[in-house]
């Protein structure tokens, strides 16, 4: 027998006038998000879901990626607990990349017995960086002439094959390897984080980077351009020993906080996985054309070679000579600020062409600049030519001697013409070690960290370590033949003759 509770008739009145009450005020939810009812699939398209549904792992989530990358230096322990990690290194400091391959029986057979290729960049982390990272890396080579970004460190390295980089990309490096035998690469950042953030009142934070590996492997015209893996983590690079001290400072800051707010941050891990990501979108570059590679045992350097005049020498041309024009568009002339030193007036100047640059008066620029470099950039942008201090020539000494060789063997066969001995002008303003160590291995087209000791032969062949005082003493447009001893697989002594 089914029981029924009736309700008297008063109380469905009550009970219905409840129920359309609370109807309404339902609906008053959805009108207040816009004129239409409230949906929850317009909240999901709204672009910050999109952004996090891109980032999400796949369905299956135990995914497998064919190849692991790993960074052998230490995660911050100051990083939240959903955040990216974040790994400090030290500038010119070689860390090693383990490249292993993760793939499972059967997985990618193509592969198998033959070579791929990875292509390792140093990329900024901030989008508003991204988007002027040429203008950027120009300031940079500008500021840093006969220095990269990123190298390889191949005596070190391990299982690379045909290690390259091209002299336009400072901040990439790439090599073949094969996936089947043991491989780890060690690369060294030479660019830190504060030199590229605004200088302002000094101590500024320094911004992170990326590094990237993308590896492709051979197509059937035999070129590396079919996509297999990419990955990446964040770093930040520090002057030598920084990332250490950095690593102390925040370990210890993590030891002060409370239980409860430790627990809000990631453990330090001994070292950092590289996480998937998407491919570097300048796919241009990956090819298998030849690009110059690395050579780690010079024997000596070159100079460049000439029968003609010095005046058609390749010299590098002067500063001054990179006047600005007035139909400079306002890019060409950030890159022009960037290029002369400039780059903490960039944004001040973002829209300003070459003509506006130029009609500014000396008051102008200093009001705008300071006294120092509203001086400086007002003589910049007149191209004011000054003098150097001190002029001095020099010429390698392999050249020197096969011209001597040539001359007499002339000689020998009644050839009474004679031949030029080709030196290269090396201007000082400085009259340091320094600056003379810097200006030589821009002739070279290596880094100034190359150069271990430069020597001066003196009385009986010895031979007299360069000081700043010996240069203040040298004579104007003094002419020197350079020698080269190779000190270590890298590293020279220059000897002036």
């Known amino acids: 027998m089914a029981w029924a509770l009736k309700l008297p008739l008063a109380d469905e009145v009550i009970e219905s006038g409840l129920v359309q009450d609370f109807d309404a005020s339902l609906s008053g939810i959805g009108q207040e998000l816009g004129a239409g009812a409230y949906s929850m699939s317009d909240v999901l398209a709204l672009p910050i879901f999109k952004q996090e549904e891109s980032s999400l792992p796949p369905?299956?989530?135990?995914?497998?990626?064919?190849?692991?990358y790993v960074l052998c230096a230490a995660t911050s322990p100051a990083v939240k607990l959903h955040d990216e990690t974040l790994t400090y290194l030290n500038q010119g400091q070689s860390y090693e990349i383990r490249m292993l391959d993760n793939r499972k029986l059967g997985e990618l057979p193509e592969i198998n017995g033959k070579l791929v290729k990875s292509i390792f960049r140093v990329v900024f982390h901030d989008r508003r960086l991204q988007y002027t990272e040429h203008q950027q890396l120009e300031g940079w080579r500008w500021n840093r002439p006969g220095d990269r970004i990123l190298d390889i460190d191949i005596p070190m390295s391990v299982g690379i094959i045909d290690p390259r980089a091209n002299p336009t990309q400072l901040n990439t490096v790439e090599f073949l390897?094969?996936?089947a035998k043991r491989t780890s690469v060690f690369i060294q950042v030479h660019c830190i984080s504060t030199e590229f953030t605004m200088r302002k009142h000094g101590g500024e934070k320094g911004v992170p980077f990326r590094v990237q590996i993308?590896?492709?492997k051979e197509n059937e015209n035999g070129e590396y351009t079919e996509h297999l893996h990419s990955a990446s983590c964040q770093i930040k690079v520090f002057k030598p020993k920084g990332a250490d001290r950095k690593q102390k400072t925040d370990r210890e800051k993590m030891e002060k906080r409370t239980p409860h707010e430790k627990e809000k941050y990631q453990p330090s891990y001994e070292t950092t996985i590289l996480t998937e990501c998407s491919p570097w979108p300048e796919i241009t570059y990956v090819n298998n054309s030849p690009s110059p590679?690395?050579?780690s045992s010079h024997s000596s350097f070159s100079l460049g070679e000439g029968n003609g005049s010095p005046n058609h020498q390749p010299e590098p041309p002067p500063p001054v000579t990179d006047n600005l024009l007035p139909t400079t568009t306002p890019q060409e002339a950030q890159q022009w600020l960037h290029r002369n030193r400039f780059s903490t007036f960039t944004r001040l100047f973002t829209n300003f062409s070459g003509a506006d640059l130029l009609k500014l008066t000396r008051d102008d620029v200093i009001q705008i600049c300071g006294p120092a470099d509203g001086i400086r950039l007002f003589n910049a942008l007149k191209g004011r030519m000054v003098r150097p201090r001190l002029t001095i020539y020099v010429c390698q000494e392999s050249l020197h001697l096969r011209?001597?060789?040539q001359q007499q063997q002339k000689r020998e066969d009644g050839d009474s013409n004679g031949t030029?001995?080709?030196y290269h002008a090396i201007y000082l303003e400085e009259l340091t070690a320094v600056e003379l160590t810097e200006k030589i291995a821009q002739l070279f087209s290596i880094s100034p960290r190359q150069i271990s000791?430069?020597?001066k032969q003196g009385p009986t062949g010895i031979h007299v370590l360069i000081s700043d005082e010996m240069i203040q003493n040298f004579q104007e447009e003094a002419c020197f033949i350079l020698d080269t001893m190779k000190e270590t697989s890298d590293s020279y002594h220059i000897i002036l003759k």
């Open 59 to 68: 369905d299956n989530e135990n995914k497998i990626l064919p190849f692991q």
């Open 293 to 295: 590679g690395f050579n």
């Open 403 to 405: 011209e001597q060789q």
């Open 214 to 216: 993308d590896t492709f």
């Open 177 to 179: 390897w094969d996936p």
């Open 420 to 422: 030029f001995f080709v």
């Open 453 to 455: 000791q430069i020597y």
